[in-house]
């Protein structure tokens, strides 16, 4: 079982920051697909952020502009920066990963792509 770990939720005020991070096996941030989902109380899973084996990146229109997932392959560590947070950003965050080679923007909509997942960080930001 592969496993995907994610850290550094918590809670902040509007207009804050947290960076989250997701450990993987080496082989998972090398080689494959990983993004970011969330899933607010009463929501269904919402894609956030893709990026490719290499740098090709996509947001959705939510988070563009204040949110940045980056990797370091050094570090198997996924990464996802949030700026300028706002109430509506609260929710459960997951890590995810996928062999099959995606358009980012498409795999936004489509967490069915993504066969690998971690259990999740809370991030909630009062007003």
């Known amino acids: 079982e592969v496993d995907l770990v994610e850290s550094g939720g918590g809670s902040v005020q509007a207009g804050g920051s947290l960076r989250l991070s997701c450990a993987a096996p080496g082989y998972i941030t090398s080689t494959y697909y990983m993004g970011w989902f969330r899933q607010a109380p009463g929501k269904g899973r919402e894609g956030i952020a893709i990026i490719d084996r290499g740098e090709s990146t996509g947001y959705a229109d939510s988070v563009k502009d204040r949110f940045t997932i980056s990797k370091d392959n050094a570090r198997n560590t996924l990464y996802l920066q949030m700026n300028t947070l706002k109430p509506e950003d609260t929710a459960m965050y997951y890590c995810?990963?996928?062999?099959?080679?995606?358009?980012?923007?498409?795999?936004?909509?489509?967490?069915?792509?993504?066969?690998?997942w971690g259990r999740g960080t809370q991030v909630t930001v009062s007003s």
């Open positions: 995810a990963a996928t062999p099959a080679a995606v358009s980012p923007g498409w795999a936004l909509s489509r967490p069915e792509v993504f066969a690998v």
